[in-house]
């Protein structure tokens, strides 16, 4: 029901949401959360936006004062006492989501990404890998890469065949130069 809300009402598309298990002291990333997830106060979105502004609307909503609102652009930060305890409420469990910046320490340790070589080169991929220097984005979470022609990544059957992309998500980001910046670089 939250993402229905996110979606239909707010205009965003939840892509994922940081798990974190209290007892093991550990962050999982869930990716396309199930319906009956439940979001803590304090969970961080990976949402897909046009800017940072508009994911804010998650964080400011509230049922309380948001409800009639239909501009979404009238989404802001509201003074009823409901939007300290939980910026997003959703009628049905009370839930809230909020943004927090991640914490790039942490997330080094991450396990890098797999990238293919260009068209026309070799095909051992143990050796690219493990002579590859691999680069984060500014989170430390995302593997990043040059700017490459949509040719240059297109696998042909063969390739697809001999490379092992389990536990993989890959995201195409469609945009030029003058697009604005996302949070991904």
């Known amino acids: ?26 962050c999982n990333i ?8 439940t979001i803590q106060p304090q969970t961080q979105g ?11 609307r998650a964080f400011y909503w509230c049922k309380q004062c948001h409800e009639d609102i239909m501009d979404v652009s009238l989404i802001k930060k509201c003074k ?7 910026p997003m409420s959703n009628a ?15 997330m080094m340790g ?12 070799g095909i051992d991929i143990g050796k690219e890998f493990e002579q590859q220097d691999m680069k ?3 989170t430390g979470m995302f593997h990043w890469c040059p700017a490459r022609t949509l040719e240059e990544c297109v696998l042909d059957r063969h390739q697809a065949a001999m490379t092992v992309l389990n536990g993989h ?3 195409c980001l469609f945009a030029d130069r003058d697009s604005p910046l996302i949070g991904l670089r």
């Open 1 to 26: 029901m939250l993402l229905l809300l996110l979606f239909t009402r707010l205009g965003l598309l939840l892509l994922a949401i940081e798990l974190k298990d209290d007892e093991k002291k550990e």
């Open 136 to 138: 984060y984005d500014s």
């Open 30 to 37: 869930a990716i396309n959360p199930a319906p009956n997830t």
């Open 46 to 56: 990976f949402f897909i936006a046009q800017s940072a502004d508009e994911v804010k």
């Open 80 to 86: 009823c006492r409901n939007s300290r305890a939980t």
């Open 110 to 121: 991450r396990k890098n990404s797999l990238s293919l070589p260009p068209e026309g080169r």
């Open 169 to 171: 998500v890959v995201v």
């Open 92 to 106: 049905a469990n009370d839930t809230a989501v909020q943004l927090r910046r991640l914490d790039q320490r942490r």
